[in-house]
């Protein structure tokens, strides 16, 4: 058998289309007409987020001991924002078309002199600061005292909790605190799927340091462990970078900066921004609060700002990414030389929302489907599993479009030796295992 790549990347059109047949992603609200910038992960998207956010929660806080959990409401106290700079400059610049109405991101127009879409000369509004943070109101009043904001990051969150996540963690620098949660844009071109929306999740890692002259190293570091959580996830390398931000592209407190990038169908766009922030932030809370947010260091009695080092990840760009990144079109030629072609997602057996489908030959035959159901059902414990019955030839093609890594078909002959046949999602290949030996078989192989 020979497997080669017919059609090497994907389109978007291609990744929709597979996104809507088999479960993972919707359109919001479609049957009123779909809501702009709003997603909902049908099924199997719902496992796939989960699992990526899984694979970061491990890494970043259960396999760390300098690492805390943390989870705070998207409603904060308004000052948060203006403490924070958002309410002044968490604008981009929004340009109208006169003639044809449609509204554009001024920084990604090529020129300001035609409308991109009607192609009307002059047609162009001057840009203008349009700020990105939903708002609503709190209470039964809607008055500018109700107003409150749904948070546009997680990150403010915790930095007003720092001092009460270090005291009662009993955590002193340097050490950092982890969340995931939704977050609210009110981006005005949302679009590219998943990439750009109005309502996403981030995690997010805020990581406090001394100032003891170690501070780029923690930053390397953590530029170095996020390289190798993309890789162990078996994101394809070429096709990430880590472009390093200039001096002026980074803000003015930032002593470094770094955007993790993917290679998606219409370019690079970013997954992720690494940060070193200083202490910009603790020290804008505690100006506007007038709360000390500074470390206290019992042993030696002197208190400190620490310097803040941040990863901010988008999981629903990451979630995209491992879709996009697993999608190949594949066309086999088997042992008598027949051709035929698939479309499989090669996901990495810890993102796969199904790791094992489970079948019977035949769907009328009582014997085989009990032995079916009943070696799913004791697969459960060590992996996400799958019954499913119906042609052989569609069942295999249906797990290869979702990704699933492992196939298990309950026969004749396992009625008679108990042994089954596991096939290969990648190299297709079909092998004999015994029943008494097939957990171990599989969890090894789902386990790397
Ligand atoms: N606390 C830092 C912060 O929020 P950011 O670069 O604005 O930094 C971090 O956002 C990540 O959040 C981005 O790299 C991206 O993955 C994700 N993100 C931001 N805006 C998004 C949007 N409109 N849709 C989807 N993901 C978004």
């Not at 978007?12 to 779909?34: H, N, V």
């Not at 890494?59 to 409603?75: G, K, N, P, T, W």
């Not at 990704?403 to 004999?432: A, F, H, I, N």
């Amino acid at each position: 058998m020979s497997i080669s790549e017919t059609t090497p990347g994907v389109t978007m059109e291609e990744i929709t289309a597979l996104a809507k047949r088999r479960g993972f992603i919707f359109q919001s609200s479609e049957i009123y007409g779909g809501i702009g910038g709003f997603f909902d992960y049908g099924p199997l998207g719902a496992i796939l987020k989960r699992n990526v956010k899984d694979a970061w929660w491990r890494e970043m806080v259960e396999l760390r001991d300098d690492v805390v959990a943390f989870d705070s409401s998207i409603i904060m106290h308004p000052s948060t924002w203006v403490a924070s700079g958002h309410v002044a400059a968490f604008h981009d610049k929004l340009v109208d078309c006169r003639n044809c109405k449609h509204r554009f991101r001024a920084d990604h127009l090529r020129s300001l002199d035609q409308c991109p879409d009607c192609g009307m000369r002059e047609s162009l509004t001057e840009p203008r600061n349009f700020n990105l943070m939903m708002q609503t109101s709190i209470g039964p009043l809607e008055d500018s005292a109700s107003r409150a904001y749904l948070r546009p990051e997680t990150a403010q969150g915790i930095f007003v909790n720092f001092k009460n996540i270090y005291q009662s963690a009993r955590k002193r620098p340097p050490f950092g605190i982890a969340q995931i949660g939704k977050s609210f844009r009110n981006e005005i071109t949302p679009g590219n799927f998943t990439f750009r929306v109005r309502e996403f999740e981030q995690a997010e890692l805020e990581f406090f340091v001394p100032d003891d002259g170690k501070d780029m190293r923690w930053f390397d570091d953590w530029v170095s462990a996020r390289k190798k959580w993309y890789s162990d996830y078996g994101v394809d390398a070429t096709k990430l970078r880590f472009y390093q931000l200039t001096p002026e592209e980074r803000p003015h407190y930032a002593k470094a900066g770094t955007d993790v990038e993917y290679l998606f169908p219409w370019g690079w766009g970013e997954l992720e921004s690494i940060a070193h922030r200083g202490t910009y932030d603790l020290d804008a809370h505690m100006q506007l609060s007038g709360k000390d947010l500074t470390f206290f260091d019992e042993a030696t009695k002197t208190k400190f700002t620490p310097i803040l080092i941040e990863s901010s990840a988008g999981m629903d760009r990451t979630t995209l990414t491992m879709l996009i990144d697993a999608y190949r079109n594949e066309s086999i030629t088997d042992a008598s030389g027949k051709s035929s072609t698939r479309i499989v997602l090669r996901f990495h057996p810890a993102i796969a929302p199904v790791q094992v489908g489970v079948f019977p030959l035949a769907r009328n035959k009582p014997d085989l489907v009990a032995r079916a159901h009943s070696i799913e059902q004791g697969l459960r414990a060590k992996a996400r599993t799958q019954y499913d019955e119906g042609n052989v030839g569609q069942l295999y093609r249906r797990q290869d479009e979702i990704g699933t890594p492992y196939c298990v078909m309950v026969d004749y002959q396992t009625l008679d030796d108990g042994t089954v046949t596991v096939r290969d999602r990648d190299s297709m290949v079909q092998e004999r295992v015994s029943g008494d030996s097939l957990t171990t078989y599989l969890s090894s192989r789902l386990l790397v």
